[in-house]
């Protein structure tokens, strides 16, 4: 039986992202051991694109598909307004068919989506 997903990122500066997805984002972790932190994460759902280029991560001796990971919320602009007060500068937001989208930039110079979905999801959405 499938109970869950664990989602890797791969970063140039792996403590300095924990911290920020930890102190930033406020997201609850437990160590595995030797502050190699495990993120809890809300709730989820894939869509499988077609492959434009090819896109593939080398993980334990094999060639897994590549994936990009969008935050979803109900309210980009005060999420947004969230993140500034921490000091998260997120770049320009832009309106596609599928929702309103923006990038939250990371401490390694990375970044992550977040956007507010135009599409049904595929889970319960928690309302205010």
Not at 1 to 6: A, L, N
Not at 30 to 45: R, S, T, Y
Not at 110 to 119: A, S, T
Request: charge should be negative; charged fraction near 20%.
């Amino acid at each position: 039986m499938i109970f869950g997903t664990h989602l890797l990122l791969y970063s140039r500066d792996p403590e300095a992202d924990r911290a920020f997805f930890r102190d930033v984002l406020g997201l609850c972790a437990v160590d595995a051991g030797e502050g190699w932190l495990i993120f809890a994460m809300p709730p989820a759902e894939a869509g499988i694109h077609p492959l434009e280029e090819e896109s593939a991560q080398s993980h334990a001796g094999h060639n897994l598909l590549g994936a990009a990971l969008y935050l979803m919320c109900d309210d980009l602009k005060a999420q947004i307004a969230e993140l500034e007060k921490k000091r998260v500068r997120c770049t320009e937001v832009q309106t596609a068919p599928w929702g309103i989208v923006t990038t939250i930039p990371l401490p390694s110079g990375g970044k992550i989506g977040l956007y507010q979905p135009r599409h049904p999801v595929a889970f319960p959405i928690h309302s205010k």
